[in-house]
Every structure is written in C-alpha cells, then in structure tokens.
C-alpha cells in the first residue's frame, strides 16, 4: 500500500513546517495555504507549492473550509493534514475531505462529533471504565438541577461548556452562594464561544497534576499507547511545560492508565493520532478528562522517549496502513522534556508581544530539538497565537534532562523591539526547587507569578 | 470583498505630479520627456541620493534610501536603476495603479453563466460596488465587485483560470485621471 502523492497541510506556524518535513521524507509533496499575512513565511518557502487562501483574520483564511478544501482540489492534492488548534478539531472539516475524495489525517468526522461533544466523551469513557471525576454525565439544563449535582458532588466545583476546549467557557465556583451566577456565565460564554449553551459539573480539584496518555490507532482495529506526557505546568489551561515520563509516577500505573485509554481509543472507533487527558489528584487517582482528536503541540516529547515520527504514523495511518508497532514493541527511553517559547511578556500577565525579531539565535547542542517558524528578521504576527519556538530535550534521567533544558534556554537569544518571551520565566520554573523535585501542582505558575509580584 | 494593492505595503513610488491641467496629448509628451531624461540622469549618475525630473508641468521624484545600495525605490523584483523613473512616469494604471482583486481562492467567471456575455470587457466603465465577475469556490459563486468607479484597462485571468486571494483580476484606470 502506498502513502499519498500529495498533502495539503491546513495551519501555518511551526506545526505546518513539522509536517511538511514528515511529508518530505517520506517523499510526499506538500502544499501549504497561508493567508497575506503569512505569504513570507517558513513554511511558505519550505513547501512544493503555495496557495495563498484568504486575508489575515484567520475566520477568512485559516478557518475556512470552502477556502481550504478549494486549494486541496486545485493543487491535486489527495489528503489535508489540518495540525493543530484552527479547523483540527471541526467534525466539517473532515466531513467535507471525505465528500471530496480527499483523505483527512484524523479521525472520522463522527468520531470528532462524539468526542468533541465533552458530555458525550464522558459518557462513553465511563461506560468503557475509565475513572471519571464525581460530576454530571449529561448535560444540564436547569439551574435548580446543576445546584442539585454541585451539592451531591461537593464544592468546589467547575462548571465546563459541553463543546468547550482549550481552557476557555470554564468556572471554578467555591460556595453554593456564588453558582447560579457563575452557571449563567458559563452558559452565556459558552454559547458565545461555541454557539452550544450547554454545559456540565464537576468536582474542582485546585492542585492537580495534567498528565495525558498519547495513543495511535489504526483503521484496522488496532491500537496502542505511547506512554504519558506529564503537562502540569500550564497558566489559564495554556500549557507552558511538558515532559515525559510523569515525575513520581510508576511505570506500572502508566500502563493501567494506558490501556484504559485504549480501550476508550477502541470503543470510540478512533483512528489516528490522538491524547487522553487526565487529571491526577494529590491522592494518586486518575481522572478522564477530554480527549484531544489532533496531534498534540507537545508530540515531540513523545517522539524522544519512543524514538516514533508521530506525524508520519499518522500519514501511514490516514493511507490505510496498519500499526508499525505492537504495544510490546513500544519502548520508552529516559526523559524529554519541552518549553513553549512564546512571544508574551511574563512580567505584564503574559500579554502577547510581537514585533519584528532583530536577533533569533536558537540554541543548539546534543539531543537539543528546536521545532520553530521563526527566523531573524521574521515579523511576529499579532493575528495568531504566540507560540514562537517549541525546545525540546532529551537525557537518560530528568535531572540531566533539566541542566540540559536550562543550558537550552540560556544559550536562545530572541530579540526585537517589542518583542518579549517566556524564556526567562521558563528558567524561574526550572530552578523552582519543587518543580525540581518533581512535587509540583497546576498551581505552579501562578504560585511563581505572584511570588515575584511580592519580590519586586 | 474586494480590494486595490492587495500586496505587501507598497514602496514609495512616485507619483507624476500635475501642476496644472494639460490636455492629454501633452502630458503623453511630457512624460515622454521626463522618462527619457530620467534614464539618462541615472545611466550618467550610477548612485544617486535622490533625483527629481521636471519638464513642463510633470515631475518625478525619486529618493534612495541607502544610497551605498543599489537603488530599488519601486518594485520588489530588483529592476534597473532606469527602471523606477520610467515606470513611475507611466501614465496608466499598470503596475500599481487600482486593481480588482480575487475576494477567494477559486475558479475565475466573466460571465454570469457559461455562454452569457460577460460582466465586464475592456474598456467598460464600472461604478464602485458593480459586479464585475464571479469566483467560485466549493460550488459557492462569490460576486467580484469593483471597490471603487473606474473604467476596466485590462482583465488579467482567463475565464476559468484558477485564482487565489487577493490576486489581481483587472487593472483598473480610476475615473477621474487624465
């Protein structure tokens, strides 16, 4: 069975670049789509061809299916990658590659449906055994009735939107007095983010560790893990630093909490690359969160530990080929860990600041992985997110792995009028002597934010 | 939607300046004029600072900006030194005048439906908001409306050429030049 002639990749930005490298080596020629805005950048360059689909606001360019699927059938290319964030996880986008003849690498448009819809997810990864937060299965739809659940379950609570993502249409209520303000809100938020008023409860747990399990599945039933990637470190869900393997966890309950995910990869009917997410209460118990239908910013962890291309499993995947690996096949090797450089200002709440980039000096060194779109002289759009450069390393142990991040994170210049980074709050996370140690919670952004308020 | 100049900030071209009203016969003359000794200024001085052609009621100005460089006040392809002057003293809309570009990336349509006559041919005068052609993308026809009045120069697609967006469809001569 053969692989595709020709992909078209559906962002832009770093992940865009990523692809279109797995495609190259396996001999895949690329399109890329950019919109003016994008017209200088890496991946323009980089791919066979480029089609230029609409003006910067990214609901003209890059969210428009007509626009893309028009450039895939144009350029003859016979299937879309759509990355991540942008139209990754639209069911329509699927749907409509399918109804074209294009092959879409991910999951079935159904599938996305399913899992997209957060009350849904929930419902079969509890039916299937996954362990779930005490919360609402269903929907809600009455303040009465979402009070009544909030009581049962215990406050805090968190009231989710059904079609939420990404951190965004959540509450955090602490006291009955306060939730049928804050349930209003999130109905309000959620139907202006997503145009689905619902939403759910659950229990809120305020120091918890995020860890996700990475899993493929193939067209033929066949599905495995890949191990976990520990993303504890996140400021407003966003996630700041991922590493692999999770701090403290054995690599026994790693493998409980893999099949289970597997076995919710199996019963949903997934194909692809795909992530369960988990949240890890400070007593050792898992809790099924949301599964994530796309390849993950933070998959190159994975790739170092498993020595996988993850973005070319799932070329092989979406052209029909079977699993190359078995789950006994499946080793994992010391740790690897990656930062998000991102184009914000830490000391002004993480504002995004972009500009022009005078100096771009990524480091380099052994088992140092730079996965960027930036160069000197790149200008920093502010029409898109600020991810500016994803660092990634790899040691056979995490402490070696931390000098070597550190030593990464030191040797990156990125400089530019108006142009800020995370780097140095990245280096404060590092030498926090509990992220160290391995014992920190999501509180740790926000505790070392605030410490530096005090100090300053 | 339609736009003028969907490309990158353009560079400073200079404009001809009219100081008064000439019958067009004249300005064609002059401009003649100044292009000629445009070129011959910039074949005698090979690095200008900056350069200003008169003749008549036309001049050009040209600054360079870093005079060690070659000089590249006008397009982005690296053209001759003599290129900027000339092409700037070009009465009509080509290169950089007005254009009629793409609202999407699609197939181009001058005509309403295969066989019709098309919307618009060389030489038409157009009003701001007139339909102009169709782009169609995903089976959907999006409108090609002209931004603003004018009179169509030239129409650059052929009827069923792909396009992509903001790429340019007519050149355009706005109403009230010459």
Not at chain 1, 237 to 249: F, G, N, R, V, Y
Not at chain 1, 258 to 267: H, M, P, Q, S
Not at chain 1, 381 to 399: E, F, G, H, M, N
Not at chain 2, 108 to 124: L, M, N, S, T
Request: hydrophobic fraction near 40%.
């Amino acid at each position: 069975m053969s692989l595709f002639q020709k992909v078209l990749i559906a962002n832009r930005g770093e992940i865009a670049l990523r692809v279109a490298r797995a495609c190259r080596e396996l001999d895949i020629a690329t399109v890329a789509v950019h919109s003016t805005e994008d017209r200088d950048s890496a991946v323009v360059q980089y791919a066979d061809e480029a089609v230029q689909i609409g003006p910067a606001p990214a609901k003209r360019s890059y969210l428009s299916i007509p626009a893309i699927v028009e450039a895939a059938l144009r350029s003859g290319a016979d299937a879309v990658h759509p990355g991540y964030g942008f139209l990754s996880e639209d069911p329509d986008l699927a749907e409509v590659c399918r109804d074209n003849g294009l092959s879409y690498i991910g999951p079935p448009a159904d599938v996305i449906a399913r899992l997209g819809d957060k009350t849904a997810a929930r419902q079969l990864m509890a039916e299937v055994g996954l362990p779930m937060l005490p919360g609402s299965l269903h929907p809600l739809h009455t303040v009465a009735e979402a009070e009544q659940v909030a009581r049962e379950i215990g406050y805090p609570v968190i009231i989710k939107a059904a079609a939420g993502g990404g951190g965004r249409g959540m509450s955090i209520v602490h006291e009955a007095a306060g939730f049928g303000a804050a349930y209003q809100q999130t109905r309000a938020q959620a139907q202006a983010l997503f145009g689905d008023s619902r939403v759910y409860v659950e229990r809120y747990l305020a120091a918890a560790r995020h860890v996700e399990i990475q899993v493929l599945a193939d067209g033929h039933g066949n599905a495995v893990h890949l191990g976990e990637r520990d993303c504890t470190v996140q400021r407003r869900q966003q996630k700041l630093i991922e590493e692999s393997p999770a701090p403290k966890l054995s690599r026994e309950k790693i493998d409980q909490v893999g099949e289970l995910a597997v076995r919710g990869a199996l019963a949903a009917g997934y194909v692809g690359a795909g992530t369960f997410e988990f949240l890890l209460a400070p007593d050792g118990q898992f809790s099924f969160m949301e599964v994530n239908c796309r390849i993950q910013v933070e998959h190159p962890v994975t790739e170092l530990v498993t020595r996988m291309d993850l973005v070319q499993e799932q070329l092989r995947i979406a052209a029909g080929h079977p699993l190359s690996v078995a789950q006994q096949d499946v080793e994992r090797h010391g740790a690897a860990m990656e930062c998000r450089i991102n184009a914000e200002d830490p000391d002004r709440d993480f504002a995004p600041a972009p500009g022009v980039l005078d100096e771009f000096w990524p480091p380099g060194g052994p088992f140092t992985r730079v996965d960027t779109h930036a160069y000197p002289g790149y200008s920093v759009p502010a029409a898109y997110d600020s991810l500016l450069a994803k660092l990634i390393v790899w040691a056979p142990t995490r402490p070696a792995a931390l000098s070597r991040m550190d030593r990464a994170l030191e040797e990156f210049q990125v400089r530019g009028r108006g142009v800020s980074t995370t780097i140095g709050f990245l280096r404060r996370v590092l030498s926090d002597p509990r992220f160290a140690a391995g014992e920190h919670d999501t509180t740790i952004v926000g505790r070392l934010t605030s410490t530096k308020e005090e100090t300053t | 939607m339609t736009r003028n100049s969907p490309d990158t900030p353009e560079p400073a071209v200079p404009e001809p300046e009219l100081a008064e009203p000439a019958d067009p016969g004249q300005v064609g003359e002059v401009l003649e004029q100044v292009r000629g000794e445009a070129i011959r200024l910039l074949e005698e001085v090979p690095q200008p600072r900056a350069l200003r052609v008169q003749a008549g009621g036309v001049s050009v100005d040209v600054e360079w900006a870093n005079a060690g460089q070659a000089a590249q006040p006008v397009a982005p392809a690296g053209d001759e030194p003599a290129e900027p002057a000339a092409q700037a003293a070009e009465p009509a809309a080509e290169p950089d005048g007005p254009h009629v570009t793409s609202p999407a990336v699609g197939v181009f349509y001058r005509a309403p439906e295969p066989g019709a006559d098309p919307f618009v041919a060389e030489g038409d005068t157009v009003s701001a908001g007139q339909q102009v052609a169709i782009v169609e993308a995903m089976k959907l026809m999006i409108p090609v409306e002209a931004e603003q009045p004018g009179r169509i120069v030239t129409v650059l697609k052929d009827n069923g050429e792909a396009v992509e967006y903001g790429e340019r469809l007519f050149a355009l001569e706005p109403e009230d030049a010459g």
